[in-house]
């Protein structure tokens, strides 16, 4: 099976975690942009979903969904959401398509985060795919700093521009063992918005498609 087919079989698969008549979270990325088009097959009995960027949001009206304002709904049984990383602890590094914080605050709202991803992006240890952090333009040189203090090798993600009119330093280089602990600390630096790593609220359930299938992990 092509990676496609992979992430194809997990968008499938989430359906089943999708509970009748309800708004549900839904992230960003081409794994989700394949949930979207299956979501679609059972509009029906859909209610409607909150989205974590621009991009979802015309993607979910193009399928005819309802998208809703977060403001306007108490909480989300599920979030529907991919990584580009995910170790066997469910943390999750997330933020290669830009929509890192959004992404984080509609999962922070939600009852439970299942993660669709294809087996590639299964790690013993994350921070082989560059850790994106969205900073406040006028603090890039000084986070920029911050990072390299701790080991890293920030890069500005040029030309982008985040949804909320942010910009994106990719850091290269981390060996992240302890993703909670980093996380907390990145948390601490000012002028950093969001950072990456998704692991004091990581998943509740990986949907990863193998070769031979897709496996449940929790
Ligand atoms: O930007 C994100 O966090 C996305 O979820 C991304 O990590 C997954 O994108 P993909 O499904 O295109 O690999």
């Known amino acids: 099976l092509t990676q496609d087919q992979l992430k194809r079989e997990v968008a499938k698969k989430a359906l089943e975690y999708v509970p009748d008549n309800a708004i549900i979270g839904v992230g960003t990325g081409s794994t989700v942009n394949l949930f979207i088009e299956e979501l679609a097959t059972i509009k029906g009995r859909v209610k409607g979903a909150v989205s974590s960027s621009n991009a979802s949001t015309e993607r979910l009206k193009a399928h005819g969904i309802p998208v809703y304002d977060l403001n306007t709904v108490d909480e989300l049984p599920v979030y529907i959401d991919g990584a580009d990383e995910i170790n066997h602890y469910?943390?999750?590094?997330?933020?290669?398509?830009?929509?890192?914080?959004?992404?984080?605050?509609?999962?922070?709202?939600?009852?439970?985060?299942?993660?669709?991803?294809?087996?590639?992006?299964?790690?013993?240890?994350?921070?082989?795919?560059?850790?994106?952090?969205?900073?406040?333009?006028?603090?890039?040189?000084?986070?920029?700093?911050?990072?390299?203090?701790l080991g890293g090798h920030p890069e500005l993600r040029e030309g982008f521009v985040t949804d909320n009119g942010n910009i994106i330093l990719d850091v290269h280089g981390l060996k992240i063992a302890k993703p909670v602990e980093l996380e907390e600390t990145l948390n601490q630096i000012a002028g950093v918005v969001t950072n990456g790593l998704f692991a004091k609220r990581r998943a509740d359930v990986l949907l990863l498609g193998r070769q031979n299938g897709v496996d449940v992990l929790k």
């Open 90 to 149: 469910l943390h999750m590094l997330k933020g290669g398509g830009g929509a890192l914080t959004r992404e984080k605050i509609v999962a922070a709202a939600a009852d439970q985060y299942i993660c669709i991803a294809d087996e590639k992006k299964y790690v013993e240890m994350l921070g082989e795919f560059p850790l994106p952090i969205e900073v406040v333009p006028m603090a890039r040189s000084f986070v920029a700093r911050a990072l390299v203090r």
